[in-house]
Each structure stands twice: as structure tokens, then as C-alpha cells.
């Protein structure tokens, strides 16, 4: 089974900058999108990116587009946020997941990493 880790979540300022990672590991890693979803305290979890494993596009959310950058490293299995200009809104546990196959559901899921960004 293919299994996420995310790392690179910790406590900044406002205005800061943070690079999330999430790595693959299992049998042969090659899922169709992946993606960087969030979920605040009392809040539901929210799209924040996704990047194509194969080819360029990327989708953002709104909230985040012009800060946050998705990319990959499809020899290391590994999926990145760099996440600029933090605001105390962005802070949430964020999380990565993967869907395997045209229009199937994003399955799997890490367990997530904490972002806190103070004012």
C-alpha cells in the first residue's frame, strides 16, 4: 500500500515563509494527481493545491494563489508547498493525498503536519 508522510509544518510569523513535504512510500508510486488539502480548528478541510504528476498544470485555491507554489519530485516521490507570506489564516493542519486515477477520490492521505502562523 502507498503511504504519505508530510513534514515541514512548525510555528512562524505572519509574513513568513514555510516549505511543506510529503514523500511516497510503497509499492510503485504513480497517482494521477496529487494534492495539499487543509482543515482549521472547527473548520472543515479545504482545497488548497494540486499539481498533475505528469505534466505542468497546477490548481490553486483563491485564497492562496500568488503565495503558495505546488510542485513535485517524481524521482524522490516527493510532493512540495512552499507557502509565502503567511497570514494567521493559513493556520491549519495541512495534509496531502493523492488520487490514484481519473476521477477517483483522493485516497490516500497523510496524517498531516500543523501549521500555526501568529499575527
Known amino acids: 500500500q502507498v503511504q504519505l508522510v508530510e513534514s515541514g509544518g512548525g510555528l512562524v510569523q505572519a509574513g513568513d515563509s514555510l516549505r511543506l513535504s510529503c514523500t511516497a512510500s510503497g509499492r510503485t508510486f504513480g497517482p494521477y494527481v496529487m494534492g495539499w488539502f487543509r482543515q482549521a480548528p472547527g473548520k472543515e478541510r479545504e482545497f488548497v493545491a494540486a499539481?498533475?504528476?505528469?505534466?505542468?498544470?497546477?490548481f490553486y485555491a483563491d485564497s492562496v494563489r500568488g503565495r503558495f507554489t505546488i510542485s513535485r519530485d517524481n524521482a524522490k516521490n516527493t510532493l512540495y508547498l512552499q507557502m509565502n507570506s503567511l497570514k494567521p489564516e493559513d493556520t491549519a493542519v495541512y495534509y496531502c493525498?493523492?488520487?490514484?486515477?481519473?476521477?477517483?477520490?483522493?485516497?490516500?492521505w497523510g496524517r498531516g503536519t500543523q501549521v500555526t502562523v501568529s499575527a
Open positions: 493525498a493523492a488520487q490514484m486515477r481519473v476521477g477517483s477520490q483522493y485516497d490516500p
Open positions: 499539481i498533475l504528476w505528469a505534466g505542468d498544470s497546477t
